[in-house]
């Protein structure tokens, strides 16, 4: 089956650094993605990993382990307008093995960013 | 350049009538998906459109659902009778082309649907 898992909430402080993990199950694997979503709004395109590594951008860095199903999204010197739902999302195969571009998302973290 | 967007933002209706919620792609993307957020569960796939093909639909609840893209731009989804269980947010998103290693796929803001 198809199963990606992350943190429901988490809580920290500005100006800190907070990690989001995400791990994931799935039929095939072409690529993770993290978005950020406030209430009531659009999804956002934060980061995209597809080899295992470190990718940086910005205040933001989203790490990826194909052999361990694990990804995780680091956001430094947090503010608080980073306070907003993050989602992981991983994009699988399709049939007969071939590339798709659907998204499968996990439940999405709603991180909380306190003065 | 202005974003994915959708109509309309809110919708609430009575169980058993119609509703056709419709979503405008950034200009030129050739991929059109749709997804559902049902309260408390993740988004969800419901459909991805290649121009005005249906590339896959496997994941479209039932019958009572209906997508078109006539014209390969804006699309429609049209849920006819609506049951108290597709209340929930609809997200529209499209991406430029199809087998890029990178297609990331924009978002719009989502219609709030609630069935009564």
């Known amino acids: 089956g198809q199963n990606i898992d992350q943190p429901t909430e988490m809580t920290a402080t500005e100006g800190a650094i907070v990690q989001i993990n995400c791990t994931y199950q799935?039929?095939?694997?072409?690529?993770l993605f993290w978005y950020q979503q406030h209430a009531g709004e659009a999804p956002t395109f934060l980061s995209y990993n597809v080899l295992d590594g470190l990718e940086e951008k910005g205040r933001f860095s989203s790490f990826l382990s194909r052999s361990k199903g694990y990804s995780y999204l680091l956001l430094k010197e947090l503010q608080m307008k980073d306070s907003a739902s993050y989602l992981c999302a991983v994009r699988s195969q399709g049939l007969y093995g071939g590339a798709t571009n659907k998204l499968i998302f996990g439940t999405g973290t709603l991180l909380a960013v306190q003065p | 350049e202005a974003g994915v967007t959708q109509f309309p933002s809110h919708s609430v209706i009575e169980k058993g009538q119609t509703v056709t919620l419709r979503c405008d792609p950034i200009?030129?993307?050739?991929?059109l998906y749709w997804y559902r957020r049902v309260m408390g569960k993740e988004i969800k796939f419901l459909l991805h459109f290649v121009k005005e093909s249906k590339q896959d639909e496997s994941g479209m609840p039932n019958n009572r659902f209906l997508a078109e893209r006539t014209g390969g731009t804006y699309s429609t989804l049209k849920v006819q009778p609506a049951e108290l269980e597709d209340s929930g947010v609809y997200f529209c998103?499209?991406?430029?082309?199809?087998?890029?290693?990178?297609?990331?796929?924009?978002f719009g803001p989502g219609t709030r649907l609630t069935v009564l």
């Open positions: 998103a499209s991406s430029p082309k199809t087998g890029l290693i990178l297609d990331t796929q924009y």
């Open positions: 799935t039929s095939g694997f072409n690529g």
């Open positions: 200009s030129g993307h050739d991929n």
